[in-house]
């Protein structure tokens, strides 16, 4: 394979581009260029080969440079490059929301289609508002996120996401939105294996917010099952399912937001299949189509799709939707990716190797700095002490230390997150670990 080699990128060459989620100029100073992918190994520009330990951002959950994906891709753009969904329609997408349905528990079994996961959570959150009118509840506006929680950048999920650098150069963007508190305790929780045990109370919060705002109110509340951006911070037992319990009491949607953990990450092909959770709209994005093509969709329940066909007598229900909704090729690449996880039993695996990832997270406990350690399906974060005044320093140290000598891994403040592909084998798991174990050796 030949490869691009762009170490010595004259500075002009990178200025153009504004990053996203990134220190430009701290960036542009030192970059760090990928230039080619396999397998469970990106390329650097200066040709080493570095374990991806993030599966790129989450999303390339059957590992990298998938054939099958790139071969229906490009047969689609031939065949079809694009086709509107807007009172037209063609077959992918149909053929696509029939296999994502029969994946999905409960009577999840309509698929509305957006890019990314941003729009799907703000789909997400129309669609409860929308709901709610249609039912003659209009003044159900309100909706509750928590503290700490992710749900991309578009309007709604910055206004119902809990990350205060997230949020504080656009003051208050959305009103009528309040925030359950998150669910990380080090006190209590430190160290834990899985779920911890200790935190299923702080759900009764949402009791609280009912009677500040009173149940009338309230559209939906947004959580993701295991946070991921602000650090994998995990459910304790019994949290999830409390919050379904007390949306049920007074009428108020549950909304997961799967995005990182929806197409197997822990084990199942959803964590509402893995906690035993049934909401009443999912979110998803990234694994839906291995990360080759942008695609995101939002998975409801049939009474509220019902809610929107009956209740509308004729024309258009849901005045929403995207140019790409269900766009020909991000169809193609994600039924490709479909087949994939089927053939090679993807949606599950992680159940089989989830003990070896627990043992390997859980043998840095005693390493300098390192304050808690946490596990979930094939999710791992190691939180370090922040350097005292300079919060994300130690972070993004040990990200950058982990780059130069081999791993691809994640910066969330002072938390590492960890989250490879799939595919992972044990040896893999060693590499990964053996890279961060090194490098947290080496902090000072
Ligand atoms: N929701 C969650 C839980 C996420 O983790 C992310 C991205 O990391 C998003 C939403 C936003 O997805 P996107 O970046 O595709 O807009």
Redesign the pocket.
């Known amino acids: 394979m030949e490869l691009a080699t762009t170490t010595n990128l004259p500075s002009s060459d990178l200025d153009a581009f504004w990053m996203p989620f990134t220190a430009n100029r701290q960036f542009k100073a030192s970059p760090r260029l990928l230039v080619a992918a396999e397998g469970m190994y990106y390329t650097t520009s200066d040709g080493r080969q570095i374990i991806d330990g993030t599966a790129g ?2 999303c390339v959950n059957a590992g990298h440079g998938r054939r099958e994906i790139a071969d229906a891709v490009q047969k689609q753009v031939m065949q079809l490059d694009f086709a509107p969904t807007f009172q037209m329609g063609h077959p992918a997408p149909f053929e696509l929301a029939t296999r994502l349905v029969e994946l999905l528990p409960g009577d999840l079994n309509r698929v509305f289609f957006t890019n ?6 703000d789909t997400a959150l129309k669609i409860a508002i929308a709901y709610h009118r249609l039912k003659g509840q209009g003044a159900r506006q309100r909706l509750i996120g928590r503290e700490r929680g ?4 578009n309007f709604g ?1 910055t206004a119902v996401g809990g990350t205060g650098a997230n949020r504080k150069l656009f003051g208050n963007i959305v009103t009528g939105i309040d925030h359950l508190s998150h669910t990380h305790n080090l006190e209590h929780n430190a160290f834990t294996r899985g779920q911890p045990k200790w935190g299923e109370h702080l759900a009764n919060e949402l009791e609280r917010l009912v009677t500040l705002h009173d149940a009338s109110t309230i559209a939906a509340v947004i959580v ?1 099952p295991v946070a ?2 602000t650090g994998v911070l995990l459910p304790p037992v019994g949290y999830l399912q409390k919050l379904r319990q007390i949306c049920d009491k007074h009428g108020i949607l549950l909304i997961f ?1 799967e ?2 953990t929806g197409f197997g990450r822990l084990g199942k092909p959803f964590a509402a299949d893995y906690f035993g959770v049934i909401p009443d709209i999912i ?1 998803v ?2 694994g839906i189509t291995n990360a080759t093509v942008p695609m ?1 969709a939002v998975f409801v329940r049939e009474e509220i799709y019902q809610t929107f066909v009956q209740g509308i007598e004729n024309g258009i229900e849901f005045f929403h939707g995207y140019t790409y909704s269900g766009h020909p090729v991000a169809c193609a690449a994600s039924l490709a990716t479909l087949d994939i996880y089927k053939k090679e039993g993807l949606l599950t695996r992680v159940s089989e190797i989830a003990d070896y990832w627990e043992n390997a997270v859980h043998s840095l406990r005693g390493l300098p700095h390192v304050i808690d350690l946490r596990n979930l399906g094939l999710v791992g974060a190691i939180e370090l002490e922040s350097i005292p005044g300079k919060p994300g320093a130690r972070g993004y140290e040990t990200f950058v230390k982990c780059y130069q000598q081999g791993a691809l891994v994640r910066a969330a403040g002072d938390n590492i997150a960890l989250s490879p592909p799939l595919i992972i084998e044990k040896q893999h798991i060693d590499e990964l670990f053996g890279v961060v174990t090194d490098v947290l050796k080496q902090l000072a």
Do not use: F, M, N, P
């Open positions: 951002l989450w990314s996961g941003s729009e799907s959570v992710y749900h991309g950048v999920g993701e991921g951006s937001d995005v990182i979110t994005a990234k995101g």
